[in-house]
């Protein structure tokens, strides 16, 4: 069975790093095709894709965030951590860790973690 | 990237069919046939039911289906449930490799 959870703060002041961690289990970030996402939602507000590291330790990460946004993995830990720098109150948010579908084209999420709300407030 | 556009909301009455559109570029939607949605109940996480335009997960209800054409795809939602309100969100594989996910529809019953 596949499991995802978000760790991390829930408050952080502007201009701050952000570091969230994904920690899973009921797959291996060493298997050929497993990646994991990060994707966030503002309160109110629509899901955008954050980032996505994958098996081979290939990431790729939304462009318009690209600048602050750094992905990585521990695959002994079997865990992600997401790191956002310089944050701000619009990056206020629930981020969700997801894991990838496996044998799918266009990366689809099939498995998400419960979502970790972050403040950014001073 | 910008979001991919969607109509705000939707209704329909039990039993009735509604469909959600999902408007993109040639650089996401019309690129590749790599169409995801997933649905969202308040306070939950996503859960995806259509991958690839067409493709349902095991598990997910044979009332959902997907298409597309050109730049737009589409979700289809037929005999309407209570069970079905809840918002809904397209997303796209870019052609820079990237995921761009749409500006989400609420759907009422």
Known sequence: QITLKESGPTLVKPTQTLKLTCAFSGFSLSTSGVGVGWIRQPPGKALEWLALIYWDDDKHSNPSLQTRLTITKDTSKNQVVLTMTNMDPVDTATYYCAHRLLRAGGDPFDYWGQGTLVTVSS | ?109
């Open chain 2, 1 to 109: 990237q910008s979001a991919l556009t969607q109509p705000a909301s939707v209704s329909g009455s039990p039993g009735q069919s509604i469909t959600i559109s999902c408007t993109g570029t040639s650089s996401d939607v019309g690129a590749y046939n790599y169409v995801s949605w997933y649905q969202q109940h308040p306070g939950k996480a996503p859960k995806l039911i259509i991958h690839e335009v067409i493709i349902r997960p095991s598990g997910v209800s044979s009332r959902f289906s997907g298409s597309k054409s050109g730049n737009t795809a589409s979700l289809t939602i037929s005999g309407l449930q209570a069970e079905d309100e809840a918002d809904y969100y397209c997303s796209s594989y870019t052609t820079s490799r990237t995921l761009v996910f749409g500006s989400g529809t609420k759907v009422t019953v």
